[in-house]
């Protein structure tokens, strides 16, 4: 990969690439509420998180952060931040209460409503057609596991295109299909609660036939770029014993997505195993990878944390900081690495390696964006009403200048998005954990710039990260 050469850096600053394009994120049922205003059909997600068990402390969506009337406060925090562009999405069953057919206008709109807020804001839209809130009349038909939702969704994608095409400037048909497949029917911590591999392996698929539709609908609709947001693990191995595994578990959940997208077909590496390449499990049909593989402009790419990973000692017993993830693997903690309030590392090179040596490899010259990026921490508001964010704010330089240092081995990193704008409904954990440049008080809804929102800000006024 070419050196790229620009004067990213001077004594006291890394200075990003002039256009580099600065964000925050949010999702639909995260932050919006009205669970059933104005015509909105049910999610997937009001049922899981009315379902006792589902979510800590028996959290919902039904208010969130109120977003669906307060979304004129979220456009003037995003002025405050100075951010370029906003990434919200869409909830499909405010569109099409059952997902199919029938369009509810008052949910059109709603986000004309938002797009329109942020354009007169110069901020460009930056829309997630799916954010996980499938609409439930869709999973009563099967959801993911049927193939016919790919259908289904083109559908949706046309209706999104046509509606608000001429004013986004950026699409995201998928967000993290890898979590909606086997979170959602693996192991079932995330809507709709299934654990069954062979349902998980065919949402899998369905997932990208639905994606490659998706685009095909847009491109007939809309000018604006088309993109998928994937979230893609870097696995790291403690010993060399470990790296066969390694290998296979970033197969699992970067190869079913990059491979198929970009080189029409599954991992090589998962030939034969049915419960993870769907091209194994009989699922592939004549065309499916042409559909697929429909060209994109760019790559969103989420990341978080990496993991490392080894092999059960001999004794079977697992030492410390270690899981066991299987016959004879585990997962580790590494000692002196600090960890967030969702146990997740902070390790901020790990996203510098996820550029290098899995993006850029399979994207090449293709622009890529961190459409999220984040930590969670135990905010608090002090005696004179500040959120004194200090790991946050660690966590943000620490991975700015990663992203910095990948762009200088030579990926196009275009753009990141801070995850999140505002402390949110943080799917299983409910409002227990706190993600937000801004903090939120669900009790008053009352939204205040953290002290990682009033740094971020600088950050982007001056397009680069003091050292
Ligand atoms: O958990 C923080 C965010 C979440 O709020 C976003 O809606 C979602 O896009 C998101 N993805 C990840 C990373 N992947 C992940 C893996 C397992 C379960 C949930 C998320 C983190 N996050």
Not at 94 to 121: C, F, M, S, W
Not at 127 to 156: C, K, M, S
Not at 182 to 190: K, L, S
Request: proline content about 6%.
């Amino acid at each position: 990969m070419p050196r790229r050469y620009f004067p990213m850096s001077t004594d006291d600053q890394l200075r990003f690439p002039d256009g580099f394009l600065w964000g925050a994120a949010t999702a639909a049922y995260q932050i919006e509420g009205g669970a059933d205003a104005e015509g909105k059909g049910p999610s997937i997600w009001d049922t899981f998180s009315h379902t006792p068990g589902k979510v800590f402390h028996g959290d919902n969506g039904d208010v969130a952060c109120d977003s669906f009337h307060r979304y004129g406060e979220d456009i003037a925090l995003l002025k405050r931040l100075g951010v370029g562009s906003y990434r919200l999405s869409l909830s499909w069953p405010r569109i099409q209460p059952t997902g199919r057919g029938e369009v509810n206008a008052k949910g059109l709109d709603y986000y004309n409503r938002v797009i329109d807020g942020l354009v007169e804001a110069g901020i460009e839209p930056s829309v997630t057609l799916y954010h996980w809130d499938l609409p439930q009349a869709l999973q009563d038909a099967g959801g993911w596991a049927n193939r016919d939702i790919a259908d289904w969704f083109g559908e949706f994608a046309a209706i999104a295109g046509e509606a608000f095409g001429d004013r986004v400037s950026r699409w995201i048909t998928l967000n993290e299909p890898w979590v909606v497949a086997h979170v959602g029917y693996r192991d079932g911590r995330h809507a709709p609660g299934i654990q069954d591999p062979a349902l998980a392996v065919a949402a899998n698929h369905h997932l990208l036939l639905a994606h490659g539709n998706a685009v095909s609908a847009l491109r007939a609709s809309s000018a604006a770029p088309v993109g998928i947001t994937l979230n893609l693990t870097v696995e790291r191995p403690v010993t060399p014993e470990a790296a066969a595994h390694a290998a296979v578990l970033e197969a699992r959940q970067n190869g079913v997505y990059l491979d198929p997208i970009f080189h029409g077909r599954y991992p090589e590496l998962l030939d034969g195993d049915a419960s993870f390449s769907p091209a194994a499990a009989g699922h592939v049909r004549d065309g499916d990878f042409e559909i697929i593989g429909a060209p994109l402009d760019f790559l969103g790419v989420n990341f978080y944390a990496p993991h490392y990973v080894g092999m059960l000692h001999a004794d079977g017993e697992p030492r410390r900081g270690e899981t066991v993830t299987g016959p004879d693997t585990v997962s580790i903690q590494p000692d002196g690495l600090p960890i967030t309030a969702m146990n997740w590392l902070v390790e901020p090179g790990s996203i510098r390696e996820l550029l290098t040596r899995i993006v850029a490899p399979v994207t090449g010259a293709l622009p890529v964006y961190i459409t999220e990026n984040g930590s969670s921490w135990h905010d608090y508001v002090t005696q004179d009403g500040q959120v004194n964010d200090l790991e946050r704010i660690a966590y943000l330089r620490g991975h700015l200048a990663a992203v910095h240092g990948a762009i200088a081995d030579g990926v196009p990193v275009k753009g990141y998005f801070a995850w999140s704008l505002l402390d949110n409904f943080e799917w299983a954990e409910g409002y227990a954990k706190r993600f937000g440049l801004v903090y939120v008080d669900f009790a008053t809804q009352e939204r205040l710039l953290k002290r990682s929102g009033e740094v971020y800000a600088s950050i982007v006024a001056a397009n680069a990260l003091p050292k």
